[in-house]
Every structure is written in structure tokens, then in C-alpha cells.
């Protein structure tokens, strides 16, 4: 499922890194740093998709020569301790196309230029080869001073400040989830993002009745696996799928990520059976069936979801046409009215039932024979399951209230003698 990761860091000469170093090692080229004197070359990275650099319209033409534009960032900070460039780090959703990434990933980046005048470059990186086929990615560069026909000259102190810094960010935050929602509504896809927390967005479901939702927003965020462990993870389940083996975590925090992780599917994959069974009954509902029918037919199409997960159905009502029985052309023909087809169908089933008096309760169902047995004649022996399905379908609603509120007050007199039988041997003893 599509999963929201958006982080800022930055690059601090304090730290020992440098502007240039970073570009060219996601980029995925030669840079040389004038400042330091050093040559960074990563032409032999793997893994790049795509790069592009997007700058101011009033920007000079250096601005687009990669290697000079980095040079000139680090040349515009004096300091030792100077914060020269910010990183914005994307997950990219992989239900989407690649155009369909890249895009997105480029509409982010122009608002950075159009928000805050800065220089961006972007590298869009693909999974890699040992690790989760669906974590496609893009870092997206900038610089920390505006970009101007000068050159580089303030700096983005919106970004820097305690007090406005995690406004921006946060707007910057829901603006990269409405691209990313956009985009999978645009391939059909029925997962959407959400770059709130999971307390807010368990606030937000209880406000709107949904109590599914708001019990599986109320969780623990995950644990970060960290490099290490997370490289160890990932070769512990490729030895497991070469292998032929059920993958097993080898750190603790690994285990800790998977329990959590198969709970959530857990939660999804019952939530589902139980939308597709309220769906289900719903359309049979609506189809004329009766309640023990369409709840039949609900129950089918929770339990069959697991033969049909392979398969790629046209849409819900073949599949629902499946799962209760009925062709598509059969579905479309005229029903005459008064014809009960819950009835019938039940009338097929007690007529492959081989056990007692099976052809006795097919007859009842029809309503022959009624008064062939008397009342005391089927309270002496035990009803069949087709037989008491039978009343339940012939009885109108007042009938069973009533036997309802009649078995109530058969169970009060039993439990009255109970207490006097209890109360009797107390007084024995």
C-alpha cells in the first residue's frame, strides 16, 4: 500500500560535509569542489532514474551547469560552521508510473523554487536491487540562499527560524501528499496518503463516526530500523526467498517492524472481508433477497475472498455473481414478481440434503403437509437445520417476537425452579 515519507536535513560544513559532495553522489557524477580541493566522483552509482535542476526565471545560465552551481553555493558561505544546502527527501508512491513520479517530484520542486527563490536539483533514485522493490525515492537539493540575476545572496530564514521553520515545513508536508493523492486517484488507485500524524488522523476519524479507521490509527508509530539493521533485514530476506523459507527477522528491531507490520495486514484483511460482506448484503438487500439470504450471501463473499485474491475480476457485481451463485445473464433477466428466489435457492439446497426427513422439510417449505404432524410429534424429536431454517424463512416478524418473548419466559420459569431446586438442597443439608 502507498506509505508518506517526506524528511528534511541539512548539510553542515561542522559535520564535515560539503554542498558539492552531496550533489554529485545523488546525482550520480563528477564533481570537482574548488573550495576543498577535492574531487567527487560517482559516475559509477547505480540506481538513477532521473535528474534535473530547476531554478528562478530570473536565474543565471551558469545556474544550470550542475558542477558550477554547486561550487558557487559553497563559495557564498563564509563560515566554518555554515549550513549550505537542505535536503528533502521523498518517497515516491509505486502504484503510480514512473511519468507519473517524475512529475509529481517535479511540481514539488517548483513550488520550492517559487515559495523560497532557491536553486533545486533533483535526483530520482529507484529501489534497490537487495531491498523493497516499492521504495522508489527522490532527493530534491536546494540551496539555503535565494537565487537571483546576481547570484546567490539572502538567506531562506523562513526555513531557518524556530518559530515559522516547522509551519513551512508542515505546509510543505500536506502540499506533497495532495500531489501524491492526486496522482493515484488519476491511476485508479483507491490507497491515499495522509502526512498527519496518527494521533491527528485517529481525532479526525473519531469526528467522523468511522471507528475501524480510528482503531487502526491507534498504534505506536513504527520503529526506524536504522542502516545496519535495515541492510541486515534485507539480506536476511533474500537468503530467505532463495531458500524457499519463511522469512524470519534477525534483529530485534526487525522483529519488532514485522509483528507490527503483519498486525496492520491482519487489521486491513479483516476490515476488507468485513466492507466486502456489508457491500455484499447491502446489493442482495436491495436485489429483494431476504435477510437470511443476502447475510448468506454476505458471509460467501467474505470467505471466498481468499480463492479469488489471485484473480482479477471486471468488476464487484461478477464477483458478487460468483460468489452467490448466479451467471451474469441469469442477473440481467427480468425476475416475474412474487417469485421468491431466496426460497428456491434453499428449496435446491434441502433437496441434496441426504439427511432425516430432508424430502419432508422441502415439502413444508412449499407449504404441503402442514398439518400432517402435530406439535407435540416435533417437539419429541430434534429439528433438522434445514426444518428450523424453514420457520425462520415462514414465520412472519410478529410470529417470532412473540415465540421470542415466549422462550424468555420459559427460560425465567427454568431458572425460577433452578433457584427453588437450589434453595431446597441448602436446606437439606
Known amino acids: 500500500m502507498a506509505s508518506y515519507h517526506l524528511s528534511v536535513k541539512t548539510i553542515k560544513r561542522s559535520a564535515g560535509r560539503s ?10 557524477e563528477r564533481i570537482e ?3 576543498e580541493g577535492r574531487v567527487h566522483d560517482y559516475t559509477r552509482k547505480q540506481g538513477i532514474e532521473e535528474t534535473f535542476i530547476l531554478t528562478p526565471k530570473d536565474a543565471p545560465d551558469w ?4 558542477s558550477r552551481l554547486w561550487n558557487e553555493v559553497e563559495a557564498s558561505e563564509t563560515r566554518r560552521n555554515s549550513v549550505t544546502a537542505r535536503e528533502w527527501e ?4 509505486s502504484e503510480i508510473s514512473a511519468e507519473d513520479r517524475s512529475q509529481i517530484t517535479r511540481d514539488f520542486a517548483q513550488e520550492l523554487v517559487s515559495r523560497y527563490g532557491v536553486a533545486v536539483d533533483v535526483a530520482i533514485h529507484a529501489p534497490h536491487r537487495e531491498g523493497d522493490q ?7 537539493l536546494t540551496s539555503t540562499r535565494k537565487l537571483d540575476a546576481d547570484g546567490f545572496t539572502t538567506k531562506t530564514r523562513v526555513l531557518d ?3 515559522t521553520g516547522g509551519v513551512e515545513i508542515e505546509q510543505m508536508r500536506g502540499l506533497w501528499a495532495e ?8 491511476a485508479g488507485e483507491v490507497e491515499r496518503v495522509d502526512h498527519r500524524s496518527l494521533e491527528a488522523q485517529r481525532e479526525a476519524a473519531l469526528e467522523r463516526g468511522d471507528e475501524l479507521t480510528a482503531e487502526e490509527l491507534d498504534r505506536d508509530p513504527e520503529l526506524k530500523l536504522g542502516p545496519a539493521a535495515n541492510s541486515m533485514e534485507r539480506r536476511a530476506k533474500a537468503m530467505a526467498e532463495r531458500q524457499g523459507r519463511e522469512y524470519k527477522p534477525v534483529t530485534e528491531r526487525g522483529a519488532v517492524v514485522h509483528a507490527a507490520r503483519q498486525a496492520r495486514a491482519a487489521f486491513r484483511e479483516m476490515r476488507a472481508r468485513l466492507e466486502l460482506a456489508r457491500e455484499t448484503y447491502g446489493i442482495e438487500r436491495e436485489a429483494g433477497q431476504g435477510r437470511v439470504s443476502a447475510g448468506l450471501a454476505a458471509l460467501r463473499a467474505a470467505t471466498a475472498k481468499d480463492r479469488d485474491r489471485d484473480r482479477n475480476p471486471d468488476d464487484f457485481r461478477e464477483r458478487l455473481a460468483r460468489v452467490v451463485g448466479r451467471s451474469e445473464d441469469r442477473d440481467d433477466t427480468p425476475k416475474p414478481e412474487g417469485r421468491n428466489y431466496a426460497r428456491e435457492r434453499l428449496k435446491e439446497i434441502m433437496e441434496k440434503d441426504a439427511g432425516r426427513d430432508g424430502q419432508e422439510a422441502v415439502h413444508k417449505l412449499d407449504g404441503h403437509g402442514e398439518h400432517n404432524m402435530s406439535d407435540t410429534g416435533r417437539e419429541a424429536r430434534k429439528l433438522s437445520v434445514n426444518e428450523r431454517l424453514k420457520d425462520v424463512l415462514n414465520k412472519p416478524r410478529e410470529k417470532l417476537e412473540i415465540e421470542d418473548e415466549r422462550a424468555q419466559e420459559r427460560g425465567d420459569d427454568e431458572n425460577e425452579n433452578t433457584r427453588d431446586m437450589d434453595r431446597g438442597e441448602g436446606h437439606s443439608l
Open 19 to 28: 554542498a558539492t559532495a552531496a550533489a554529485a553522489y545523488r546525482v550520480g
Open 161 to 163: 527560524s524556530a518559530k
Open 179 to 186: 500531489l501524491q493523492n492526486r496522482a493515484l486517484e488519476r
Open 134 to 140: 516499492r521504495n522508489h525515492h527522490a532527493h530534491v
Open 90 to 93: 521523498l518517497a515516491l508512491p
Open 63 to 66: 545556474a544550470t551547469d550542475r
Open 33 to 35: 569542489c574548488q573550495r
